[in-house]
């Protein structure tokens, strides 16, 4: 005789709020990334002025980059 399995709402929700919690967990291998280098090329125009207020707000540095501009 064969058994009926049912998924029943109680147990979808459940799945799911385990599902969740599990992927809200952080990795528990995750490695810290070497500085990654990038080349800016720009055109001195003053559309290029927040690459230089980046550069010069040090936020290249805060995020991981090794920026040559």
Known sequence: MPVRTST?????IAAS???GALAALPAPFVRAQ???KLRIGIVPLI?????F???ARKYFDK???DVEI
């Open 34 to 36: 070497s500085r990654m």
């Open 53 to 55: 207020l980046a550069e």
């Open 17 to 19: 709020a385990a599902a």
């Open 8 to 12: 029943t709402r109680r147990k979808f």
């Open 63 to 65: 995020v991981g980059l």
């Open 47 to 51: 559309s290029s002025g927040p690459i």
